[in-house]
């Protein structure tokens, strides 16, 4: 299968504090007006990356209207980042951190964010330690309440199930795992998804994340109440707060987004239809919700 993400941005490595080597792309457009404009900066969950967020990027980049630059990260352990020996590591507080380390060293003062999944949650973090990185957020699929039977899901499917022997394969499984909740995608969509999940190696594709990252999650004692996030939440209400959650979604209960709204007042919902999680930010309408609440930002 060609790969189809080779174009429209720069390759980035920068350094974590503890030495690790981590990666970025970096789309930058090509007017010199977009300077003015903030850059968004997009977060991808717990075994994503970076190629998440490509289709997305390029729109938002290549916008006829008001262009911004858009930086997407690749968190440690996945994609083009660094695996840690240390795998306790691989937790919200350091990966926040990285994020300060990126903004840093790409030299970014304040952005919009884009968090999906986990990288909302590290949102959650740096609006409670930096909150003077942040211009606006949008968070993808992800709240303070995280529920079991989402997170169950995921630990399954990351730690059971066959390896793909092609990219045919790839593609098949991945519709497998999400078909009954992305009932809005094609098969050029499921072959788009394998592209970004995995990566390849010799013509076959593996995984793109550190096993050790899913790995954890069988420890996760999931009969009892997750730790939530609210207090952390509270550090979002000064920024303008976009909640994208997909229709089919098991992570983020109707429950949950309610409350968000009723404590974040000006918050702006929007429902990924024929989605699951996480809803793919460049399918749908998702696209022009998203250009609308970047027009709203400066």
């Avoid at 909302?120 to 606006?136: Q, W």
Wanted: hydrophobic share 40%; charged share 25%.
């Amino acid at each position: 299968m060609a790969d189809t993400y080779a174009s429209g941005f720069q390759e980035r490595f920068y350094t974590s504090s503890d030495g690790l080597k981590l990666y970025a792309r970096d789309y930058r457009p090509n007017d010199t007006a977009s300077a003015a404009r903030l850059p968004v900066i997009c977060l991808p969950g717990l075994t994503r990356n970076t190629r998440d967020f490509h289709p997305l990027a390029l729109l938002l980049s290549r916008d006829t209207t008001a262009p911004r630059r858009v930086i997407a990260l690749d968190t440690r352990g996945r994609g083009n980042s660094a695996w840690d020996e240390n795998k306790a590591n691989y937790n919200l507080a350091v990966e926040a951190g990285d994020v300060v380390t990126a903004c840093a060293a790409l030299g970014v003062e304040r952005a919009i964010f884009i968090g999906t999944s986990r990288g909302g949650l590290i949102l959650h973090l740096i609006a409670a330690t930096r909150p003077d990185l942040l211009e606006a957020v949008i968070l993808n699929d992800i709240g303070p309440v995280v529920e079991a039977e989402g997170l169950a899901r995921i630990r399954d499917y990351l730690n059971g199930g066959r390896r793909p022997e092609d990219w045919n394969a790839a593609a098949d499984i991945v519709k497998e795992n999400h078909g009954a909740s992305f009932t809005a995608l094609d098969e050029e969509d499921w072959r788009e998804m394998a592209l970004a999940l995995y990566r390849d190696v010799g013509g076959r594709p593996v995984a793109d994340f550190d096993p050790a990252i899913a790995e954890a999650l069988k420890s996760v004692d999931l009969s009892r109440p997750l730790p939530d996030l609210w207090e952390q939440f509270e550090s979002l209400r000064p920024f303008p707060l976009m909640l994208i959650r997909g229709e089919n979604t098991s992570l983020l209960s109707m429950e949950t987004a309610d409350e968000m709204a009723r404590r974040h007042p000006s918050l702006i919902l929007q429902t990924a239809e024929g989605q699951g999680h996480a809803p793919l930010l460049h399918h749908g309408d998702i696209p022009t919700a998203v250009r609308a609440f970047l027009a709203s930002c400066r």
